[in-house]
């Protein structure tokens, strides 16, 4: 079984950042992917950011260049920095760990962007 628990989210002003954290237990595989998605209102879920064990990232087009996904492998830890955030950016933000076809998640945390 795995948890995961995030942290970081909040209230923040058109241009600022933020810096979410996930921290994995469990038993984890060695092989696997952890990552970010978000949910605005009246909105589908969307990926923001994934990076493999193995050191691949990707994006969404809409937050390239603003946001920055790292993981700590050493603590099953992952972290998305956001810069220049959006008022478009106000979700809640869900990490997750996907081991084959297994994906655990987060609570979510919520970011606000709103002057």
């Known amino acids: 079984q795995v948890q995961l628990v995030e942290s970081g989210g909040g209230l923040v002003q058109p241009g600022g950042s933020l810096r979410l954290s996930c921290a994995a237990s469990g038993s984890i595989f060695s092989n696997n992917v952890m990552g970010w998605y978000r949910q605005a209102p009246g909105k589908q879920r969307e990926s923001v950011a994934s990076?493999?064990?193995?050191?691949?990232?990707g994006y969404a087009d809409s937050v390239k260049g603003r946001f920055t996904i790292s993981r700590d492998n050493a603590k099953n830890t992952v972290y998305l920095q956001m810069n220049s955030l959006k008022p478009e950016d106000t979700a809640v933000y869900y990490c997750?760990?996907?081991?084959?076809?297994?994906?655990?998640w987060g609570q979510g945390t919520q970011v606000t962007v709103s002057s």
């Open positions: 997750y760990l996907r081991m084959g076809t297994f994906t655990s």
């Open positions: 990076f493999t064990s193995g050191g691949s990232t």
